[in-house]
């Protein structure tokens, strides 16, 4: 039986690892987790907040997921998405998911990434 996600991960081209740490760390408040070394080896970074990872593993013939992405729930939407846009993020406001405030946003190589937050009714 299934228990829960893990971890969800991306691809990034080769090299973009310091971007990637600047972004995720920086820009989204992440932490960096060390990988195992026999991983390590490979390139690529691990990120955590909370129960939430995301990991970035290297490839080759990189393209960035432009419609697959993990979606991160968030509290004080509103100012999170300030938050990426004053590091220079474009923040794409989607109001299309009933009970939700949603917004897109793209890593530094270009991969999709969807932020909400549940709309607590009075």
Same mark, same amino acid.
């Given at each position: 039986m299934l228990a829960a996600v893990d971890h969800v991960q991306l691809a990034a081209p080769p090299g973009s690892e310091d971007r990637l740490r600047r972004y995720y760390v920086e820009v989204l408040g992440m932490s960096e987790m060390p990988k195992p070394?026999?991983? =390590? =080896? /490979?390139?690529?970074?691990?990120? /955590? =907040?909370? &129960? *939430?990872?995301l990991h970035l593993g290297i490839? $080759? $013939?990189? /393209?960035p997921a432009k419609k697959a992405h993990p979606? @991160? /729930? *968030?509290?004080?939407?509103?100012?999170? &998405? &300030?938050? +990426?846009? &004053?590091?220079? =993020? @474009?923040?794409?406001? $989607?109001g299309d998911l009933p009970?939700?405030?949603r917004f897109y946003s793209e890593d530094p190589v270009g991969n999709r990434l969807?932020? +909400?937050?549940?709309?607590?009714r009075a």
């Open positions: 070394p026999p991983l =390590a =080896a /490979r390139g690529g970074c691990w990120f /955590r =907040a909370g &129960a *939430v990872q490839e $080759d $013939d990189f /393209r979606g @991160l /729930r *968030v509290t004080g939407i509103e100012a999170y &998405a &300030a938050r +990426l846009a &004053a590091h220079g =993020a @474009l923040v794409t406001w $989607d009970g939700h405030r969807e932020f +909400l937050e549940p709309v607590v």
